[in-house]
């Protein structure tokens, strides 16, 4: 019974890695840039590649939140936009990638996929990402760009800072 009730605890545990409540973004920006992109997932529509089916939305999750707002306050701070965090992060290691970023801030996740945008809106940063041929307007339909199947990215997190924007997006484990 003792073994049964640990084997229990280790579940629950592993359930609040990829779960946990409700989170919330407090910049109103990232709030709309939230809701557009859930509604452009629920509608379907077109990436260089192609046509995409609509996708169930995504939805907000506290890690993977604190690790795109970090990752683009390090992104502002160095004047750069990289998927690795540069030199002088305040936050990782430099060189650390989107996987390791949101490992670290206590998101058990088996596939990650990032966007970032240089732009002066959000709406300008969902155009880029939309208008882009390397895989971030895929992403946001959750589909692999090379294979066309389907990632599992239902998690997600968003950070903004001046002309910096970063969406993180997540197959929790």
């Not at 605890?9 to 407090?26: D, F, K, N, R, T």
Request: with cysteine.
């Amino acid at each position: 019974m003792k073994r049964l009730g640990l084997g229990m605890l280790a579940a629950l545990v592993l359930l609040a890695a990829c779960s946990g409540p409700p989170a919330e973004l407090e910049d109103p920006d990232l709030v709309a840039l939230f809701q557009a992109i859930n509604e452009l997932r629920a509608s379907g529509g077109r990436c260089p590649s192609g046509e995409m089916d609509p996708v169930d939305p995504l939805r907000l999750f506290g890690p993977i939140i604190i690790a795109a707002q970090h990752h683009a306050e390090d992104l502002a701070a160095a004047g750069v936009l990289s998927h690795e965090s540069p030199a002088g992060s305040r936050y990782y290691p430099p060189g650390s990638g989107p996987l390791d970023r949101l490992r670290r801030e206590g998101c058990a996740c088996l596939r990650v996929a990032e966007n970032l945008a240089e732009a002066g809106s959000w709406r300008q940063a969902l155009s880029a990402w939309q208008a882009s041929t390397d895989g971030h307007c895929e992403a946001l339909f959750d589909v692999h760009p090379e294979t066309g199947k389907r990632l599992g990215l239902t998690a997600a997190g968003l950070g903004h800072v001046g002309r910096y924007w970063v969406l993180d997006m997540a197959r929790p484990r």
